[in-house]
C-alpha cells in the first residue's frame, strides 16, 4: 500500500500547502537545472498555486479534462524564471514533456498530466512524509538542547 495512505487527516486537509512547500523547496534546490522532473515539479507546483483543500484521492481521480479544468495553467516564462533556464530551453523541453505524454498544453497554458500525476504522486507523498518525519526529528533534537 502507498505511504499517502498513511498521511492522516490533518495532512489531508492540508495536502496543497504541504505540496507547495514541497515543490518550493525542491524547485529552489534545483534552480538553474532543466531535467524533466524539475520541469514537471515547477509544472505542478505553478498548477495547484491559488487552490486550497484539494485532497489526494481528488488528484489520483482527475483525468487530463478534470486537470485543465481544476488547476491553474502556467506558462513557459513562469518556469522559466522558477528554474532560473533560458526561455527557449524550458520551451525545448517542455515540447518533449508534451510529446511524452507528462505535461498537457493548450491554449491556456501548460499542466502536469494525469500520466505524470499517476507516475510520480506517490514518490512526490513518500518525499513529503520523509520530509516531515526529518523535520519533526530536528525539532525533537533542537528542544533537547535548549
Known sequence: MPQSADLNIHLQDQ???????????????????????????????????????????????????????????????????????????????????VDGEDLIRNDNGIFVSEKWIKTNIDKILSEVIDLIDKSNDLTKKIDKKS
Open 15 to 97: 495536502f496543497v500547502d504541504i505540496i507547495e512547500l514541497y515543490a518550493n523547496y525542491f524547485v529552489k534546490l534545483s534552480a538553474k537545472s532543466h531535467s524533466p522532473k524539475n520541469i514537471t515539479v515547477a509544472v505542478f507546483k505553478a498548477n495547484l498555486e491559488k487552490l486550497k483543500h484539494f485532497k489526494i484521492k481528488e488528484l489520483k481521480k482527475l483525468d487530463d479534462k478534470g486537470i485543465e479544468k481544476k488547476f491553474n495553467p502556467t506558462s513557459i516564462n513562469y518556469i522559466s524564471r522558477s528554474l532560473d533556464v533560458p526561455r527557449e530551453t524550458i520551451r525545448r523541453n517542455v515540447l518533449t514533456l
